[in-house]
């Protein structure tokens, strides 16, 4: 193939495609988000809440000491299918098999045993999702580089991520999790969570596959890396440039407050659901699903408020509005200003308020999204390579090791209020509401102040719209003096265009 420096042209077909392999992380991430797996671990399999945040924390930890390492070696891989897809085809059938094997603890173990194996699915869950993950993210600069096209394209990205995580989770809650008369376990089944397991399973590999083999035409037109010998000291010192970007620096540092935040609300946030709200399953993902067209909305408004009022002042105004809105509920509750459990008013609020707090928060996801991809032209000027793999895993790096540490805080939050532990097979499920509403009263002003600081702390992030464009325009001058290499000054090294083809090796 001739080499051209046109980027790929993405129809709409490409772009839902894309975006569709978002369900994949969706559906994997409901298998492993933790106020799903915490519940099950706590009250279906009857583990201490102290021991299930320390393999929480440790099958993270594992997860972020391996991002980079992956991350790198897509970014350096040569392959007649490029960089990026091998990855991507690999992780189908490993994450497919790892999620059903979560669900399904072999029964007979003692205590120890069953924690040994709860770990090492959850480790190898883990990197599956990370093999497919990382190099599915990276695709989004080489694909779109224009400022604003990207941003188009990582909302399919999230709309189909959100779309894919609410239709699985209201099917696991009306379908395998619902507690009524005919399921009176409800919640508490275990053969209901090995059950689900299968679909869970199935959607995520066929989602990948659609995902890979859609955008599989592009790989001749995808920046391709060269052969490079470098010495581990070389190697180190470029991964270390990457990280100190100080852009890359301020959203790793608000991904790791936000992250914890999100870590301690996702340990508690089933037991609020269930004994604080005193949902069934069946009406908390029903409030999910009637809060849905939040995304609709979030996907469309993303690029047409970054393009009016610029990324990084929309992200933050949307992002303060929503941890806002998130909090009020709880609040109200707090001081007897919401309808008491059982009232029909009280799915009416608790939907609104999802309604509002999702749309914000979408749209905030969205925009960070592209700002993380604009640094990787950022990076390009400054290091003469182009490792956008590698940066998407570091920008991951802190924010993985986030959600242990805070479900390691919510974990003694609810030792602390000495929530009662152990495998639950009664069907009389009740709890005290003091030790819920001292739940509540450690949880919410704890995660509202790790989200506040973190928005703070993207007052910091440098890159716009003139600096992305600067970017563009120093890539498009060295690849034009890529093409004349004797005109070029010594000790210069010219960095490809990132909408340039390659042949394939």
Do not use: C
Not at 56 to 67: E, N, Q, R, V
Not at 363 to 376: E, K, L, Q, R, Y
């Amino acid at each position: 193939m001739t080499e051209t420096s046109d980027a790929p042209r993405l129809g709409l077909v490409t772009k839902v495609s894309y975006g569709f392999g978002s369900v994949a992380q969706a559906t994997a991430g409901v298998a492993l988000a933790q106020g799903t797996i915490t519940y099950f671990l706590i009250r279906v399999v009857g583990m201490r809440p102290a021991l299930v945040g320390l393999i929480i924390l440790l099958s993270l930890a594992a997860d972020a000491i391996f991002d980079p390492l992956l991350g790198r070696l897509s970014d350096t891989l040569r392959t007649p299918w490029g960089r990026r897809h091998p990855f991507m085809y690999a992780s189908a059938l490993p994450i497919a098999i790892g999620i059903i094997f979560l669900w399904r603890p072999p029964h007979g173990l003692p205590p120890a045993g069953i924690a040994a194996y709860i770990l090492i699915v959850l480790v190898l869950l883990r990197l599956s999702v990370s093999l497919y993950q990382i190099p599915s993210d990276a695709l989004t600069p080489e694909l779109a580089p224009d400022y604003h096209d990207r941003t188009s394209l990582i909302s399919f990205r999230y709309f189909f991520g959100y779309f894919g995580g609410t239709a699985v989770s209201v099917i696991l809650g009306t379908v395998f999790l619902r507690r009524d008369a005919s399921h009176p376990l409800g919640q508490n089944d275990p053969a209901a969570y090995a059950n689900a397991s299968v679909l869970v399973a199935i959607i995520t590999f066929v989602a990948i596959l659609i995902s890979a083999g859609a955008t599989h035409r592009y790989i001749g037109r995808l920046w391709r890396a060269p052969t490079r010998q470098l010495t581990l000291m070389q190697a180190l010192k470029e991964i270390a440039t990457i990280f100190g970007n100080p852009s890359l620096m301020v959203v790793m540092g608000a991904g790791l407050l936000s992250g914890i935040a999100t870590g301690v609300s996702g340990f508690v946030g089933s037991f609020v659901s269930y004994y604080f709200w005193g949902l069934t399953p069946q009406v908390a993902s029903l409030i999910g699903l009637f809060a849905a067209p939040s995304f609709f909305i979030g996907v469309f408004l993303a690029p047409m408020v970054s393009r009016a009022f610029d990324k990084k002042r929309t992200m933050i105004a949307v992002f303060a509005l929503a941890i806002v809105a998130g909090v009020i509920p709880p609040a109200l509750r707090l001081i007897g200003l919401m309808p008491p459990n059982g009232s029909p008013w009280l799915p009416v609020v608790l939907v609104i308020d999802s309604f509002v707090s999702g749309t914000l928060a979408i749209t905030g996801f969205i925009i960070v999204g592209s700002m993380i991809a604009d640094v990787t032209e950022d990076n390009a000027v400054k290091t003469g390579v182009r490792s956008e793999g590698l940066l998407f895993a570091a920008s991951n790096l802190l924010p993985k090791f986030a959600p242990g540490i805070g479900g390691m805080i919510g974990a003694m939050i609810i030792e602390v209020v000495k929530f009662p532990v152990g495998a639950q097979t009664s069907v009389i499920d009740h709890v005290d509401p003091a030790i819920m509403r001292n739940m509540v009263m450690l949880w919410l002003p704890t995660t509202m102040a790790l989200n506040l600081t973190a928005v703070a702390l993207l007052l910091l992030y440098r890159l716009d719209r003139s600096s992305h464009e600067a970017n563009l325009e120093a890539l498009s001058r060295a690849a034009s003096l890529m093409a004349a290499p004797s005109s070029l000054p010594t000790g210069v090294t010219p960095v490809p265009d990132p909408g340039a083809a390659s042949p394939l090796v």
